[in-house]
């Protein structure tokens, strides 16, 4: 792992902006747990904010393997995102500590608009977590996200081609992570066993198969993540449509950070699952039975 001055550096808790700010309602909120292979599996759950300097929770509306992971291992990575240019951002360190099914711990979470007058989705489950550690909020500035559109249509940075095309990816996939101004993020585990998410807009597709991230925005950040260490990704769309993948950080080659895709996740409901390699075929319905 290359040694760099970060001078975001991470403090043992958060300011009293940093708590506001988690507090935003329409914003892009992530959650990164750690599986059972040792994977970062980034979530987007809106319903999530700091209820204090050293606390924040989390609440559960539908079942995921996030719940099931963070049940296992309690170290979990948090990014919040505004959801307008210029967009900002705050990086938190938490662990679980407790599990509410009280209905009080929800209640906050269950008045925002998203669930206020929805009879079908309930935050019935809330997770609260100690913060280990946070960062000052922090700004995804416009010059590096177009620094990240040239950089890519430079065919020198073409380095993480093998000639060889293979649809790890799907159209919509491909879509998601080669879109010029779409929110990508990575996340990795690191040295204390904390998952960290990174931002990297530039992120674009290579072949099917690969990612290739410019260091053209967060160097200090992307240059922390270590050579063949495992990661995710997570991208988006701004009408919500979403995808994660999961694979190994191949390093660093001329500027650029490579990662070669391994399992391709669906996080959209109502079916989340892997859908490569290992995809879940989905019978088509054509006859409905008579209900008497």
């Known amino acids: 792992m290359k040694s760099t001055t970060n001078k975001f550096h991470w403090l043992p808790e958060l300011d009293e902006s940093a708590v506001k700010f988690s507090h935003i309602e329409i914003m892009a909120k992530f959650v990164a747990t750690i599986d059972p292979q040792g994977y970062p599996h980034i979530t987007m759950i809106t319903s999530n904010k700091a209820t204090s300097p050293s606390v924040l929770k989390w609440g559960e509306f539908t079942t995921g393997q996030s719940k099931s992971n963070v049940v296992k291992n309690p170290k979990q990575g948090f990014l919040y995102m505004t959801a307008e240019m210029p967009f900002q951002f705050l990086q938190v360190k938490g662990e679980l500590e407790s599990i509410s099914t009280d209905g009080e711990d929800a209640a906050d ?4 608009s998203l669930f206020r007058y929805n009879t079908y989705m309930r935050i019935y489950r809330t997770f609260f977590n100690r913060i280990i550690q946070a960062r000052k909020i922090r700004n995804i500035s416009l010059f590096g996200i177009v620094r990240g559109i040239l950089a890519n249509l430079n065919p020198f940075q073409f380095k993480a081609k093998t000639g060889d095309y293979e649809e790890r990816l799907e159209p919509v996939g491909i879509r998601l992570f080669s879109g ?27 072949e099917g198969k690969r990612i290739r991230i410019p260091l053209t925005q967060f160097k200090d950040d992307l240059l922390q993540i270590p050579k063949d260490s495992k990661v995710a990704m997570f991208a988006m769309d701004f009408e919500m449509v979403t995808q994660l993948i999961k694979g190994r950080f191949l390093g660093i080659q001329r500027k650029t950070g490579i990662v070669d895709i391994e399992r391709v996740y669906n996080s959209m409901p109502p079916k989340m699952g892997e859908i490569y390699p290992n995809k879940v075929k989905v019978e088509k319905v054509e006859e409905f039975p008579a209900i008497l």
């Open 109 to 112: 979470f269950n008045q925002i």
């Open 180 to 206: 010029p101004i779409f929110p990508k993020f990575i996340s990795y585990i690191d040295t204390d066993g904390y998952p960290v998410i990174i931002p990297c807009f530039q992120a674009r597709t290579v």
